[in-house]
T-cell receptor
């Protein structure tokens, strides 16, 4: 089975610029997650979707971050404008009932460097 | 507020040693606990998932235990190999199923020397 696909793998931008990340979850997975992982830390949940509805976005900095999941499949995460502290790896994950329900499958991530 | 801590932050061992990684959490009201492996530049791979009603799970050379009352979990790796070198993260799920979320520790970076 194909895994979670993310693009791009790497992105370098200057502060105040905009950037977008794309995620394609495993086929049939209803739940999609975006995590932010700063170097040396564990991943932090930014937003969780169930189909195309938001379940949890309590830790998403909504003044600069936005995310959408159209048609309950692919998702994009946008940062506008970026700050230096946004430098991190952005991980997308998906899960579905029947895989233990709670078992998450992660993509390889997008490494963002803000200069 | 649930906090997850992993000790040590880094560990270096010679090949063949048995080792234990530790994870502690502050709130025992968890749904389950997972151990993940992360290789450099890669995403996370789920290794073991322990439901809150379980005490341990085993997969090959890996054994994970869970003591909810004391807020602790350990990951035991038997006969370590250089290929085990990676960062190991534990995460607790708070809340139920799709409405819950994972809270991660900061990870233990393991290096197994040939």
């Amino acid at each position: 089975e194909a895994g979670v696909a993310q693009s791009p793998r790497y992105k370098i931008i200057e502060k105040r610029q905009s950037v977008a990340f794309w995620c394609n979850p495993i086929s049939g997975h209803a739940t999609l997650y975006w995590y932010q992982q700063i170097l040396g830390q564990g991943p932090k949940l930014l937003i969780q979707f169930q189909n195309n509805g938001v379940v949890d976005d309590s830790q998403l900095p909504k003044d600069r971050f936005s995310a959408e999941r159209l048609k309950g499949v692919d998702s994009t995460l946008k940062i506008q404008p970026a700050k230096l502290e946004d430098s991190a790896v952005y991980l997308c994950a998906s899960s579905a009932p029947g895989t233990g329900g709670e078992k998450l499958f992660f993509g390889s991530g997008t490494q963002l460097s803000v200069l | 507020k649930q906090e997850v801590t992993q000790i040590p932050a880094a560990l270096s061992v010679p090949e063949g040693e048995n080792l234990v990684l530790n994870c502690s959490f502050t709130d025992s009201a968890i749904y389950n606990l997972q151990w993940f492996r992360q290789d450099p530049g890669k995403g996370l791979t789920s290794l073991l998932l322990i439901q809150s009603s379980q005490r341990e799970q085993t997969s090959g050379r890996l054994n994970a235990s869970l003591d909810k009352s004391s807020g602790r979990s350990t990951l035991y790796i038997a006969a370590s190999q250089p290929g085990d070198s990676a960062t190991y993260l534990c995460a607790v799920r708070v809340g139920y199923n799709q409405g819950g979320k994972l809270i991660f520790g900061q990870g233990t970076e393991l290096s197994v020397k040939p």
